[in-house]
């Protein structure tokens, strides 16, 4: 992985979005969230989330400036939106065991606001930024098995006088009951560069950084779960990845898409490929895969649940690729970019947001289904599907 263009492609969504600019004091903003979310709870249009027998599924995204929204997937309607108070950035979502609280990475990445998706209730926030201490968490979030713990990686910076002083970035472990003034129950020193993470059903946590770590977060234990800037694997270039969205959760997996050179006898690119590094959440199984050329860019990737080497992508395409032959077996031109890529959970419907303020939803066939409008643009917020 190339750290010049790892970090040139974040710079540039941070260009994109302004989600750095302007930090007020911890005390304003707190006093602003508490406001706003006095102010919000519970603004609410058609649909309902009334036990009927069988679960529904729902999209769950955030837009600019604070609110996150419910969506009805059948009637595509907006269920519920909840102010969360606070600046937007990055927007990144997990989702408890159940699907019903949101745990949103909020406030210019610096805090994290647990809401309750039935009612809007605020049930948890951390407030990561502390004193002279300005924390910052690039996407990371993840949500222990059974519900109980929060893992974010901290970023922190030591703002003194005369200079900020950048210390060793940190994992905190949270108690989710924790209320609304959380404090991390412990921490651990980790690698740098981690952004997109996840638990796997025995409780141990993976975090995407230049490698893939599997960490114990009883102990905080790291160690390299799939190797990807320290591959060794003669014949190609270390691979080069963005991770900003994590939305492995129908197919019950952790995926980071990769794009690689194959090199020839003289050290020289070749071919180009787009692959993928791919986490089974249930067994723990791991694997790197080239799955079809690199053609065009890709932002986030998601695998059809029935058939996980059926994989689709998008930016300002729509693609699929076919990992078992590693062919593109079909690329259709969008009208406007998107970041992020989610599936359904029966595989045959594909929702692509983030960037602007439309949800756009198609098929397998790549069959254009429709638009759901939303009030604010969603940026860089992940896209998750949610069944309850």
């Not at 190797?227 to 995926?255: C, I, K, Q």
């Not at 590094?277 to 690199?294: A, M, Q, V």
């Not at 059926?310 to 990992?323: E, P």
């Amino acid at each position: 992985m190339s750290d010049y263009r790892y970090w040139l492609a974040t710079a540039a969504l941070v260009a994109a979005a302004p989600l750095y600019a302007q930090t007020e004091s911890s005390q304003t903003e707190s006093n602003q969230t508490e406001s706003n979310q006095t102010e919000s709870n519970q603004t609410e249009s058609a649909g309902s989330t009334a036990d009927t027998g069988a679960p529904r599924e729902y999209l769950v995204t955030l837009t600019r400036p604070d609110k996150l929204h419910l969506i009805d997937a059948a009637s595509r309607e907006v269920v519920r939106t909840c102010a969360l108070g606070g600046a937007f950035g990055p927007g990144a979502i997990q989702l408890s065991p159940d699907e019903r609280i949101a745990y949103v990475l909020h406030n210019r990445w610096e805090d994290v606001v647990g809401v309750d998706l039935t009612n809007c209730e605020e049930v948890f926030r951390a407030r990561q930024s502390r004193g002279n201490e300005r924390v910052k968490s690039i996407a990371s979030l993840a949500v222990s098995p059974d519900g109980s713990r929060l893992y974010t990686v901290q970023n922190p910076v030591e703002m003194l006088i005369d200079e900020y002083r950048v210390k060793p970035p940190r994992l905190a472990v949270f108690d989710t009951s924790a209320g609304l003034d959380a404090e991390p129950l412990e921490t651990f020193e980790v690698p740098r560069q981690i952004t997109t993470m996840a638990t796997d059903a025995e409780g141990q946590l993976y975090m995407g950084g230049a490698d893939i770590y599997r960490v114990d977060p009883a102990s905080g234990e790291v160690e390299t779960a799939i190797a990807n800037r320290h591959w060794d694997r003669p014949g190609f270039s270390a691979p080069d990845s963005l991770a900003m969205w994590s939305t492995g959760e129908v197919a019950d997996e952790y995926l980071r898409p990769y794009t690689v050179a194959e090199l020839d006898d003289q050290g020289e690119p070749s071919a180009y490929h787009w692959g993928i590094s791919r986490i089974d959440l249930t067994t723990g199984e791991t694997e790197n895969k080239e799955i079809g050329p690199f053609e065009f860019l890709i932002f986030s990737m998601v695998s059809d649940p029935n058939s996980r080497d059926d994989l689709y992508g998008v930016y300002t395409q729509l693609s699929h690729f076919d990992a078992a032959t590693q062919e593109l077996k079909k690329v259709i031109d969008l009208d406007h970019t998107y970041y992020n890529i989610n599936s359904s959970h029966d595989g045959e419907t594909l929702y692509i947001g983030g960037a602007s303020s439309d949800i756009a939803i198609y098929d397998k066939s790549f069959n254009d289904l429709g638009r759901i409008e939303l009030p604010g643009d969603m940026s860089t917020a992940t896209l998750k599907v949610a069944r309850f």
